[in-house]
T-cell receptor
Framework: QKEVEQDPGPLSVPEGAIVSLNCTYS??????FMWYRQYSRKGPELLMY????GNKEDGRFTAQVDKSSKYISLFIRDSQPSDSATYLC??????????FGTGTSLTVIP | GAVVSQHPSRVICKSGTSVKIECRSL??????MFWYRQFPKQSLMLMAT?????????EQGVEKDKFLINHASLTLSTLTVTSAHPEDSSFYIC??????????????FGSGTRLTVV
């Protein structure tokens, strides 16, 4: 079983829609949860960072962690064409070993 | 914010030759850098952890003699793909941890290097 599971998509939504991206994981010891955005042929950039359970909001982005279900989500409100990218979840327990999802490809259609 | 500069962004080399990829932390000291490999539509796979002043730690299945890592200073880590073969063609990305022990942190990534071996 993979440490992190993420639906690769592709996901296509109209501009202005609410986008929900999700990851599940198997290791209950994970405490650090991150979402990265990766544009084509570029390195990932950190979007959101959450420690332990709960919600975190930053502008149009909301990250949720449900440790009881081993399930994390990233919501994008009022999606824009510039949000079109691959979104990677990442998580881990200690400082060095983090596990990445395969990434979900998102296209926001104008 | 913390920036990691990675060069080159794209390289094409002949089979059997070696290629060096550099990663520099521009405005912070990175005692530890991580090297990843990413195939199309696949996740980032950690290859090795590079520690300044000491030998790199390689993940299982990664050939140490093929992927040479040097972390000679607090701001520079290099990955050399030796005797490259077409199957080494991939997207290589470095990253560094930002923040200290117990602090909130994440990874800062380089922009990646697209290696094509012909």
């Amino acid at each position: 079983q993979k440490e992190v599971e993420q639906d690769p998509g592709p996901l296509s939504v109209p501009e202005g829609a609410i986008v929900s991206l999700n990851c599940t994981y198997s290791n209950s010891a994970f405490q650090y949860f991150m979402w990265y955005r990766q544009y084509s042929r570029k390195g990932p950039e950190l979007l959101m960072y959450t420690y332990s359970s709960g919600n975190k909001e930053d502008g149009r982005f909301t990250a949720q962690v449900d440790k009881s279900s081993k399930y994390i989500s990233l919501f994008i409100r009022d999606s824009q064409p510039s949000d079109s990218a691959t979104y990677l979840c990442a998580m881990g327990n200690t400082g060095n070993q983090f596990y990445f999802g395969t990434g979900t490809s998102l296209t926001v259609i104008p | 914010g913390a920036v990691v500069s990675q060069h080159p962004s794209r390289v094409i080399c002949k089979s059997g030759t070696s290629v060096k990829i550099e990663c520099r932390s521009l405005d912070f000291q990175a005692t530890t850098m991580f090297w990843y490999r990413q195939f199309p539509k696949q996740s980032l796979m950690l290859m090795a952890t590079s520690n300044e002043g000491s030998k790199a730690t390689y993940e299982q299945g990664v050939e140490k003699d093929k992927f040479l890592i040097n972390h000679a200073s607090l701001t520079l880590s290099t990955l050399t793909v030796t005797s490259a073969h077409p199957e080494d063609s991939s997207f290589y990305i470095c990253s560094a941890r930002v923040g200290g022990q117990g602090a909130i942190y994440g990874y800062t990534f380089g922009s990646g290097t697209r290696l094509t071996v012909v």
